[in-house]
């Protein structure tokens, strides 16, 4: 999402005549966006924003310099009281605005501004790609922001304090720009939100017992020319039978799931205030596989939630045998400010949270390679999305489960669906080649 933001906030820039440098080093503006869902991603950015004042104020003292996104948004003024040489604060209702306020400095009429209040109308502001360049570098794939915001208050998560109530854009409104993304070459869309499943809730009425996301979905796979469609996060509770019969009838729909379970403990389910129980996040699962048998499933897991006891790790472990996860991102707790589990009783040591992580990281990397293994001999399709970025004499590609897969092939092939004989699978990565008949 934060990728989208300043991808947003870049094409606006050049609308307005700003080109993009091609490093920091010789650029005249440095915004960065920032994230706050742990301590360890704000106190890189404040790192790199010192690093970054202490180079161009030595040499370039004329450079702008911002923090944009989430920790924006919770520490506002704060940040320039703490760091005098940041010259914009762009909170994450205010991207549309950043170019705006570039000019004010730009022409004297500020010297600096601070932006962090609510907008009503900006969750459809997000809308901007850069698309610029030679048919050889125009993007194949696309992220496309439905909703801003989240009403979900797991009593972990910083983002309802940083990024609103949800909102969400209108379905014409989205469909218009994935329809001109397509029209620019675009083959799979990749639609986000914090909580895409609650798309619309508000603003949309269920029809024929659908919600405004499957409406939404439906939309999108009239679009000529798209090939595929992808979403990022669903929440758990989301998938009602509506969502998981969209599978059985939307081909465009692909074969892949990012199921953020957080714990395989129900008492940490209902401590993090997640709304559903392990037995019924299994059982998502099971109905996904039983209409799409090669479903790919990922997930977000946290270790060391306060109070979280061994026996409650073990059944995070087991969750994680059971569910068979193509990969997971695991997250050691942080605790943040003004969430309720900062101040729960039972906040873990650090060196309790390492453990789980290694032993958690062992387990899914595991079970990841035993389900990479098992597609050696397959033939499986895969988009073209560009040169592979460990060898660019070779291209890589993606799988409708979404893992990627890289092969000898011919730079023409971007942006096509072959089919491929997997030869070989290594850490995350699957290799393979042209199947026969395939020029
Ligand atoms: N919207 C998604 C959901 O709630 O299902 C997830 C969005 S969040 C930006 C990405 C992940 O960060 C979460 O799924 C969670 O695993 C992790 N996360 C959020 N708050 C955290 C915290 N305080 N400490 C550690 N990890 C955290």
New binding site residues.
């Given amino acids: 999402m934060n990728e989208r933001d300043s991808e947003a906030v870049a094409a606006q820039l050049v609308a307005k005549g700003y080109t993009l440098a091609a490093s920091e080093t010789v650029a005249d503006v440095i915004l960065l966006n920032t994230c706050s869902?742990?301590d360890a991603a704000e106190q890189k950015a404040i790192g790199k924003m010192q690093t970054l004042a202490a180079e161009t104020r030595r040499n370039r003292p004329e450079v702008v310099l911002g923090f944009m996104g989430c920790m924006a948004q919770s520490r506002g003024q704060e940040l320039i009281d703490r760091l005098p040489d940041v010259d914009l604060v762009i909170g994450t209702q205010k991207f549309h605005r950043t170019a705006d306020y570039l000019d004010d400095i730009f022409a004297g009429k500020r010297d600096k501004v601070v932006d962090v209040a609510e907008e009503q109308g900006s969750e459809a502001t997000i809308r901007e790609h850069v698309l610029n360049g030679n048919t050889a570098s125009k993007p194949v794939t696309a992220f496309v922001s439905i909703m801003q915001g989240?009403n979900?208050r797991?009593t972990?998560?910083?983002?309802p304090y940083t990024r609103g109530a949800e909102r969400s854009r209108g379905i014409a409104d989205v469909v218009a720009e994935c329809r001109e993304l397509v029209g620019r070459g675009v083959r799979e869309i990749t639609l986000l939100g914090?909580?895409v499943t609650s798309y619309g809730r508000r603003e949309i009425p269920a029809r024929d017992g659908k919600s405004g996301f499957v409406q939404l979905l439906e939309a999108v796979h009239e679009i000529d020319g798209l090939e595929r469609i992808r979403f990022t996060?669903p929440?758990p509770k989301g998938y009602g039978d509506d969502l998981v019969e969209a599978y059985g009838r939307l081909p465009k729909l692909v074969e892949s799931a990012h199921l953020?379970v957080?714990s395989g403990s129900d008492a940490m389910l209902k401590a993090m205030h997640r709304g559903y129980t392990r037995e019924k996040y299994l059982g998502i699962i099971a109905k996904l596989r039983r209409v799409r048998p090669q479903m790919g499933v990922t997930t977000?897991?946290?270790v060391g939630f306060p109070g979280e006891t061994e026996a409650d790790f073990e059944d995070t472990l087991s969750l994680a045998r059971e569910a068979e996860f193509d990969n997971a991102?695991i997250?050691?707790?942080?605790?943040?400010r003004d969430?309720p589990?900062a101040d729960m009783p039972g906040q873990l040591p650090q060196a309790v949270k390492e453990e789980r992580n290694a032993r958690l990281l062992a387990l899914v990397n595991e079970i990841a390679g035993h389900r990479y293994d098992a597609l050696v001999g397959r033939s499986m399709e895969v988009l073209v999305e560009g040169p592979s970025k460990r060898n660019a004499a070779r291209l890589m590609g993606r799988t409708r489960c979404n893992r990627i897969m890289v092969f000898e092939g011919d730079a023409n092939q971007r942006g096509t669906l072959l089919h491929l004989q997997i030869e070989r699978a290594g850490s995350f990565t699957l290799y393979g080649r042209m199947a026969n008949g395939e020029s």
């Fill in positions: 869902v742990r989240c979900q797991c972990f998560c910083i983002v914090q909580i996060s929440h953020p957080q977000d897991i946290i991102y997250f050691k707790y942080s605790p943040r969430t589990a």
